[in-house]
């Protein structure tokens, strides 16, 4: 049997800027960001949604390999079993399993085809470290079970009002001209939803710091460079060259790509340079290339409402405390000295 393959799992709450942190990865040798693999099934083999690297999931090089290796007959099957295994309504007898030293989720002849995905995933991008940015705890505890995975978990934090401000709006699931919407819960929801998956994360991985490693968006925002050597660190991943060396005055550089406007309007924002990566499913962010600048999305401080932040404030208390977050409303964020004047961001890359 060959060596495990590393699989980096994204793990926490949705809009926490898990698609920024993915392709941030992608942009390392020997690093694969695979984007969220739990919806390959559906949005990948059925739907044929675009992959990160803007071709059709089927015509992508990368993903044409894995499919004549792990040929899938019956993908919406696949699909099916996951949802059905993985349900919210089960995630107490998962953690009742985990603690009794059980499988947390029951065989099924599906694994294999999971075990080969990965394998076959590593070797076609030639990458030791796959990044999966599924984020739902309960598929990276099956993963973590599985025999040719050695699993690592990334729990990425956002603030919760921050994510309840972002599920709210409009947002087409392959980008501003997609008809399909992605989900907009309530911000009652979003907060419980913010709570449940934080939670969950860290009863099953926290304990093992060899395992587990928790980030915060807001500190990722403030020192991407600073961050993400942590985060490679902990990976195992090589941090040299990384996307930080040569941004905007690469000379291998895409001369088609336009120079950000954005970076003139920020001039303190770090810029990172993305190459297109071959992620499956994600937030349409993650199609973004070129120079990048960094920088947090703080349109809900002026965006949401008052009831609003008091409700996912009081929905999320404990948890908001854990993670270091103020109860009250602030003009600054904790973690930085930079301004923190609500401005408009276009680039969407806070989601994920
Ligand atoms: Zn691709």
Redesign the pocket.
């Known amino acids: 049997m060959s060596a495990p393959v590393r699989v980096l799992y994204l793990a926490g709450s949705g809009r926490s800027g898990s698609t920024l942190v993915t392709t941030l990865l992608g942009q390392y040798d020997g690093v694969l960001a695979a984007g969220e693999l739990r919806y390959l099934w559906q949005r990948g083999e059925l739907d044929n949604r675009p ?3 803007g ?1 059709p999931f089927r015509d ?1 090089p ?2 044409s390999a894995v499919r004549r290796d792990v040929p899938v007959r019956d993908a919406a099957g696949i699909a099916a079993r996951l949802r059905a295994r993985l349900r919210m309504r089960g995630v107490p007898a998962l953690l009742r399993r985990v603690r009794a030293g059980r499988r947390p989720v029951d065989q099924h002849p599906d694994d294999a085809v999971l075990t080969d995905l990965y394998a076959s995933v590593a070797r076609h991008a030639g990458a030791t470290t796959v990044v999966d940015s599924s984020k739902l705890p309960p598929y990276g505890a099956l993963l973590g079970a599985l025999p040719g995975i050695d699993l690592r978990v990334l729990h990425v934090v956002r603030d919760p009002r921050a994510t309840a401000f972002s599920w709210r709006r409009r947002r087409g699931l392959d980008g501003e001209r997609d008809e399909r919407l992605m989900s907009r819960p309530p911000v009652w929801k979003a907060a419980l939803l913010w709570s449940v998956w934080n939670a969950v994360t860290v009863r099953l991985w926290a304990g093992d710091p060899d395992r587990y490693l928790r980030i915060r968006y807001e500190d990722l925002t403030a020192d991407p460079a600073g961050v993400l050597a942590r985060v490679t660190a902990f990976a195992g991943v090589d941090p040299q060259p990384g996307p930080f060396t040569g941004a905007g005055s690469d000379p291998d550089a895409d001369p088609e790509a336009e120079p950000d406007p954005d970076a003139e309007a920020d001039p303190g924002a770090v810029t990172v340079r993305m190459a297109p990566t ?1 992620s499956v499913a994600g937030n349409p962010a993650r199609h973004r290339t070129g120079p990048v600048p960094i920088r947090a999305d703080d349109q809900w401080r002026a965006g949401l409402s008052r009831t609003s932040y008091a409700v996912v404030t009081a929905l999320t208390l404990p948890w908001l405390r854990r993670f270091g977050y103020p109860s009250g409303r602030t003009d600054r964020t904790t973690t930085s000295g930079r301004r923190d004047t609500p401005v408009d961001t276009p680039t969407g890359h806070e989601e994920g």
């Open positions: 992959c990160g690297c071709r992508c990368v993903w071959h």
